[in-house]
């Protein structure tokens, strides 16, 4: 039998100890052992939950209890999530996130302390929330040079944007919406800004050329100037306004990577990817293209993911996986310089344009590449 | 370094080949050391192929070499292949396939077998090709309850129903055209009449809930009688007639296992997966629907699959996954008592029923289930 404990009881963390016990049988068979959720700490009380007698709030409890193998960490950011993590890892304990933020900006120092103490540090859910989509990467695909990853990694602002379409409503309205619903939080600027989606794509980088990415240094627009005329303009043409994530890499290894709004014609599955789903399509040389969808955030699906983390790192406990990537930054090129079509708006008038560099282009309102 | 054979240098085969050649880092990158072809075992004499000074006629001299730890097959068919599976796990090598006959059908015999002998046995490009879609299922997703699968698994039928609607011709010619572009083969008998996509709807199943289900349980409807008119009035709803495999389980356990042609209408993905492309739904309890999309078929992405299998036998010569399933047999009731909306058409009226089980469908010439 395997012990564990989760950090932090909030949306992911309640849904992680609900899939622990509702799948008991389906993760015990996968993980070859029982696993009992042993502590769950949060600073708050919480009496009215089923889980009242396993709550903690000294995380030292965990770290000094030689039985907790797995540690579940769901606080978020880069706070004590990240002195927990390290202290958990440095005590001999597997680790598994949802945190996205934690593994873009401190991957490397986590995944090589991890190697050091012979354990595993897993991050499924930190990209496309349930979808099984980093392992497929690193494991799957491993065959493959990754040619170029595109993706809807951000359920929110996809939330957004479909609903702007549906409902004929500008930005702020549908954003109103979305925050009544719960598809975005009260404090939504990491998810209309594109911050969210370039630590996804920090992590895609990652994972899929070995070195490290810095969120820092990745071009990003958001979707605040995104128009209802320009979702209404493309959706008559079939296809969608989406915030992608693009990875590329040419022949001389020079990587490029963004986030911005693109025009997404039609015959891209991607223009099909609603509400607050995600997809991603990931090319390698060998399998061509591959799309990777589901949904991309919530309690139980994100949990999906976490428990499906815990499995494996259960059963590789006495052989971890040694996933990492290199802190040698990655070379970068700029996608500015790269050819694209492109939809322009002056006013009511727009077009798709030849294949040129964003500095060839007619004098617009508005443009947003088109996903070829 | 970790040698490895070849049986059977056809399509897959040497695909594999030259993946293994052209990826090699990658492939190190993944195995944690060299991965080095030593043998192609082949009936055939190809003087002219790269390959010629790795090839040997006789298989005994893979199985009595005891540097090769990696047999990857790439024969097809339950005959010869069956028999060098066998002989290469009894000799304590990893065995990597894309024959879904030999798993649907032999599964349980050789996954136990390998079991036995520490080694593993995999074959991830039995479904969906290059897809990363079995390991996914039971490694990924191994928190969930599976609740449904539903897919497009069979690339040749895919295309040809593709090909019709797009160039408006009948099955026959469309078929014909599917053959000289190498897309079906000159006996397309297991394509059309649903076999292959019954083999692999039971591996899905096998995995998916641990238990064996033979082909010959399975109810199949091939494409033979979907026509043209029946393609068009989907089209002109925005959907499309697909052949499907559907796996569902209700409560009490019972498994529904099926393949037939279905009325998928546009709100689903599997209405836009075209030409020879596969797509699968699986549906978890925690995660929801899932999709994995991408090329079903063709050398240099089956190949992807096999050789990332490769990798994962490398990574765990030392500690076998252990995947495998009972040959108890899967509970099966009768797919006919499910209800569903149905698109039914005689002459050339056509409509789409209420939900109904198939004996209170009103006389009709044609019907399909519709995809909800």
Redesign the interface.
Known sequence: MMNMAILGFGTVGSGVAK??T??AA??A????EEVRLKYIVDVRDMPDSPFAPLMVKDFSIVEQDPEVGVVVETIGGCGVALTFTRRALAAGKHVVTSNKQLVAEHGVELLALAKEKGVNYFF?ASVGG???LL??L????????ILAIKGIVNGTTNYILTAMEQSGTELDEALKEAQALGYAELNPDSDLDGTDAVRKACILADLAW?RELKPDLVPVEGIRNVALQDIRNAASAGGAIKLLCRLQRDESGKAYVWVAPHFVPASS?LA?VDSAYN?VIIT????????????GAGS??T???V??D???AV??K??P??IGWSDAPLALGDPETLPSRWYIRSGEKWSITDMATADKLPAAQVRYRVLD
């Open positions: 899939v622990l509702e799948n389906e993760v068979a996968g993980a070859g499924e349930g979808i099984p392992r497929p690193f494991n799957d695909l491993s065959a493959n040079k070995g599955m099909h997809a390698g040389n060998a399998v061509g293209d591959t799309l990777f969808y589901g949904t139980i699906p949990a999906s993911a428990v499906g815990v499995v494996d059963r590789h006495n052989a996986r040694g």
